[in-house]
């Protein structure tokens, strides 16, 4: 198997082990805490993913260079310095984090979070509390992204596998055996987050060549990569008003239980798309770097169409269940039938508008390979002149159902606008390939059978035919996207002409190997 696939492979079992935590662990979260603070559990999901947005021009870049300086002669030097500058500027970042947490706590405790029943000293601690987590995981990702750029994904899966298992399952035996707060839940996470941070730090030093010398900041490298940072975090900010902003929005504008149920459905939608997405495209970022720097085209036309409709693939079955089924998932993963009731709505939308996000992330990723973000951030500016307010006036007549419709708004904008734009430039002419080829064909065959299945779907089933019904569905919807999929079907069918040959061509030759020694 090639190193390619060996890293798709891994980056689906590190991300499956992370969907598969979150969807267990987010429900008793819920349970052990109550709705109210898990609210704020989601809101520290959107303090660290803003942040974490904000440093991405760092672990971007580090992850783009050394998958650069891999195919250089001479450029072990390079590396390490590169990664000496790098680190200590995302520290001094994550320090600065930290700092302005801990002085905003009173005031969100006070006059932003909305709660019913938790004390105001409560939320201030845990405000303060997940500003010391988020300034220890900070600069993992960074490590992380080093690891990545080096192509050690298979290291990269099993250390984010042991420190994921660490977070989620031992928060559960925290507020399960000590104290079911959210104190308790934030203490766990400082111990787990700098362990993380220290374990990837170590493996990205052993994995770097050996220069004879101590690594050192050099600002050379920082001159010379700024502005491809700047770029990405330009375009971080304007995404983190994308992807953050309706939640920014809403923990002002809803109680925090209500915000709970909000965060619920997002975590399910968010947590699904990136189990089926992120691992394609970090396989396939140090790939489309390389073959960019080497100026291959038809390397990088096929495979950028090879990974959009394996994304396609497995992103539209996937989205298309959730949709049509939203309330019997919800229940089948709560429990409860009136959190399901108060999240299936959510999640319809949410789930709609996150995968056509999904669509998009190929394309992005290889807008970022050739160093291209101008147009990443023009149709990030006008989203965002677009989006908060929509989200505004949506959130105030509808709640928190407005808000997520304004989802589906946004990336079907990005959908239908930004592949057109991309291709004017990166790969041109290839837009037609992409929206019937790569998306058209295997979205509307999925359709196809997962809206026969919810039509034929019988009136009462229990916990587990519905989960036998729905596995179904998805199984088979999945194999009419495969088979609508040109690429896809011509690697599946290769494929299974090579497990032919292996299993039965060669027991045919070892079969006339024993005649003939037999005889």
Known sequence: MSQFKWNIAANYFGRGWLGVTNLLCVPLYAKFM???????????????????????????????????LAKAQGSEEVSRDVVRTLETIYWMGSVLIAVIVYLI?????????????????????????????????????LYNSGLMGLQKQVLVNCIS????????????????????????????????????????????????????????????????????????????????????GDKILLSKMLTLETFGYYNLAWVLGFSLVGLLVDPIKDASFPRFSQLAEANEIKSIADLYHLSCQAATVVLAPVSLVV????????????????????????????IIGMALRGLMTLPTTLQLAYGW????????????????????????????????SAWVVLYAGYVFFG?????????????????????????????????????????KMTMVTTLMYLALVLIVSMVAASLAG???????????????????????????????ENA
């Open 34 to 68: 109550g709705v109210e603070s898990y609210g704020l559990v989601g809101f520290f999901g959107v303090l660290q993913s803003s942040f974490l947005i904000l440093e991405i021009g760092l672990y971007t870049t580090l992850n783009r260079e050394l998958a650069r």
């Open 419 to 459: 592949i057109t734009l991309m291709h004017r430039r990166i790969l041109k002419g290839e837009e037609r390939t992409w929206y019937v080829s790569d998306v058209g064909l295997p979205l509307f065959s999925a359709l196809a059978v997962v809206y026969l299945g919810r039509c034929l779907a019988p009136d």
């Open 323 to 350: 949709v049509f089924f939203a309330y019997d998932i919800v229940l089948a993963w709560t429990g409860m039938p009136t959190m399901a009731q108060k999240t299936c709505s959510i999640l319809e939308l949410l």
């Open 373 to 404: 973000t101008r147009l990443m951030i023009g149709m990030n500016v006008v989203a965002v002149i677009i989006f908060m307010p929509l989200v505004t006036v949506l959130a105030v007549f509808k709640g928190s159902l407005g808000a997520a």
């Open 161 to 244: 596998s042991v420190f994921i298992t660490l977070r989620c399952f031992g928060a559960i035996a925290v507020l399960w055996g000590v104290s079911p707060t959210i104190e308790a839940y934030l203490w766990w996470q400082i111990p787990v987050s700098a362990a993380r941070t220290l374990t990837t730090a170590v493996f990205l030093q052993k994995n770097m060549p050996s220069i004879g010398r101590r690594a050192r900041f050099d600002k050379r490298h920082f001159r010379a990569l700024w502005k491809f940072s700047l770029g990405v975090s330009g375009a971080a900010i304007l995404t983190l008003l994308l992807t953050q």
């Open 486 to 516: 040109p690429k896809i079907r011509k690697l599946a069918l290769r494929s299974m002409g090579d497990a032919w040959r292996f299993f039965f061509k060669r027991g045919e030759s070892l079969s006339e190997a024993e005649f003939k």
């Open 105 to 141: 706590a009173p005031y969100v405790a006070v006059h932003w979070l909305k709660t019913e029943l938790l004390p105001t000293s409560t939320l201030e601690t845990a405000i303060m509390l997940m500003g010391i987590a988020m300034a220890l995981e900070g600069p993992h990702a």
